[in-house]
């Protein structure tokens, strides 16, 4: 029998949906500025700094550049990242701002986490607070989280442009895009809510660990007595704000945002949940802007939350339903004054299941990767929502960026379909739908999945990948599926369970991560400089709308059946036998 969540639980999921999409309109319109080379109120603070940085960094703001040229200063500038990063890892015992002496990151290790940070995907196979030194997280992870940010949201203006070009042969500059994205969007966000952190007691600091006193000592499994504690602090704050900000998900400390140091308070865990979906949300009202319909901005929205909003209620209803076989054990899960109810295992008492399972369903969507509880203790079905919404392709909101330049490619296959369906060339925004644009978006839609579905296979028929698993069975097929999911889509967040610091592991994990990442980056610039070169076709009579109900919900069946058609078999696996498993 379902306990219902309280009235509560459902007001602050009300809340935080409320003030979200009233930040869409002002933050939307702000970036279309910003990106449109608009004055703005920012432009007097960065304005010196942003041509500070093209005269340091020799960048001709005014030249344009095509679709390859922008594609290779972005691989260019990735494999540059990737190897300073690395490198930074690699040597951190010998660098400064280390005062817990932490030694130098493993080869493999150091592949796995430089990969993950440059494509935005921030798995992370390490203790945060046990691995890396002060400066290895500011300098290498922090400054990452700011630029694999700027790209997706680079090539989603250079997509946007695709669409508002007409016999073009350039889509923008790279360069000046990225610095854009870094000096007016996300680092005064950051700075802002860094800020709004540690005034919820966030830790900030570069003092040495604490070592405390416990007032209940203990002791270990050899018998010796235990009568303190060490307590890891760091610049914490600053890390948070753009891993969340730029849906980057990378934890300072292992448990991530379940983590006390990193989130503290309702308050604290409030503005992070605001900024995991708040740039990515925002980008449509954006999208719409840029090219001069904004109702076509809130219909990609609008798409994006009608899916989004009954996986979350419906992993809500999971959870609170709790675990029958707690049941007979006589745990207690009915809902009161004085607990959430439902199944807490894995959760924290402060948050409860509302919190918990709407920051699951947003960190997932969002392509955020952090957690404030273990989903591998949710329920079966309620851990298949985390695990479908990555699956969908990161689409629903999405990367900073890479979310809606994902979905928009989405609606180049649906306007394809629908296209076909009337015997018409499809169009989208004046643009002829052809058969390049069906190639490339056929790529980009199935590559995550082939990369996902493969490494699973290898994981589970190999006692390299078989070494790793905490448990057996459904749930142990779940904890690799989950994990090649989360690293093929470029989210981060992990399912729990499954030892992932291990030379196969960080290598594969790794390569999904490359290939989930830019052979969807790249044939979406593809698409963008194929749009531009079209001339605009004028609307007529037989003009598909696409910004009506029924166009909404064919988008939305198009998203849910290539993510369903195409996972089912593995989801039958996995959560789905473990969930009968669980009620037989």
Request: proline share 5%.
């Amino acid at each position: 029998m379902i306990d219902i969540l309280p009235l509560s639980g459902w007001l602050q999921i009300g809340i935080y949906f409320l003030v979200l999409f009233l930040c869409v309109k002002p933050l939307g319109a702000f970036m279309a500025n910003v990106y449109e080379g608009r004055r703005n109120f920012m432009t007097p603070i960065m304005g010196w700094l942003e041509r500070g940085v093209y005269l340091l960094c020799g960048i001709k703001a005014d030249q344009e550049m095509s679709w390859r040229t922008y594609a290779l200063h972005l691989i260019v500038f990735s494999v540059v990242s990737f190897f300073g990063l690395y490198a930074l890892l690699r040597l951190q015992t010998l660098l400064p701002l280390n005062p817990a002496q932490m030694g130098a990151v493993s080869d493999h290790l150091a592949f796995n986490t430089a990969v993950s940070f440059i494509t935005n995907t921030n798995w992370q196979s390490y203790g945060g607070e046990s691995t890396m030194s002060y400066l290895s997280q500011m300098l290498g992870l922090t400054v990452q989280n700011f630029l694999s940010a700027a790209v997706g949201m680079a090539v989603l203006i250079a997509v946007i442009r695709g669409f508002t070009r007409k016999n073009a042969q350039t889509i923008g500059n790279f360069w000046v895009d990225m610095t854009r994205s870094v000096l007016y969007i996300l680092l005064p966000l950051a700075i802002l809510l860094a800020v709004a952190l540690s005034s919820q007691g966030v830790v900030q600091s570069f003092k040495p660990y604490v070592s405390a006193e416990l007032l209940e000592p203990t002791s270990n499994d050899k018998g010796e007595s235990i009568t303190t504690q060490t307590l890891a602090v760091g610049p914490a704050a600053s890390q948070i704000a753009i891993k969340q900000l730029g849906t980057n998900g990378g934890g300072f400390f292992n448990v991530n945002s379940a983590h006390p140091f990193e989130n503290p308070t309702p308050l604290a865990n409030f503005l992070q949940l605001l900024a995991i979906l708040l740039i990515p949300a925002s980008l449509c009202y954006t999208f719409g802007k840029m090219v001069g319909n904004t109702r076509q901005g809130w219909a990609v929205l609008i798409a994006m939350t009608v899916i989004f909003v009954p996986l979350t209620i419906f992993g809500v209803a999971q959870e609170q339903a709790g675990n029958p076989l707690y049941t007979q054990l006589n745990i207690d899960q009915i809902a009161s004054s004085t607990q959430s109810g439902g199944n807490m295992e894995g959760k924290e008492v402060r948050y409860g299941i509302a919190n918990s399972v709407l920051w699951a369903a947003a960190t997932t969507a969002a392509s955020n990767g952090s957690v404030n509880s273990m989903h591998g203790s949710y329920t079966p079905l309620g851990g298949l929502v985390p695990m479908l919404l990555m699956q969908f392709g990161e689409v629903i909101y999405g990367g900073v960026g890479s979310g809606l330049y994902g979905m928009l490619i989405f609606v180049i296959l649906t306007v394809f379909i629908a296209g076909l369906m009337v015997g018409r060339t499809p169009e989208y925004l004046g643009k002829k739908i052809q058969a390049f644009e069906i190639k490339m978006a056929s790529i980009a839609i199935l590559a995550p999945p082939l990369f996902v579905l493969a490494g699973t296979a290898i994981a589970v028929l190999t006692d390299a990948g078989k070494a790793g698993l905490l448990n057996t069975g459904a749930q142990g097929f779940s904890e690799v599926l989950y994990a090649f999911t989360s690293a093929g889509n470029n989210n981060g967040s992990a399912f729990a369970g499954l030892t992932a610091n291990s030379p196969f592991y960080n290598t594969a994990l790794g390569i999904c991560m490359l290939f989930g990442r830019y052979w969807v980056l790249l044939p979406a610039l593809a698409i963008a400089g194929s749009l531009a070169a079209k001339n605009t076709v004028p609307p007529s009579a037989g003009t598909l709308p696409t910004t009506n109900p029924l166009f909404i919900a064919f988008l939305v069946g198009v998203v849910i059946m290539v993510g369903v058609l195409t996972y089912v078999p593995a989801l039958a696996l996995g959560p789905i036998a473990e969930h009968f498993a669980m009620i037989k």
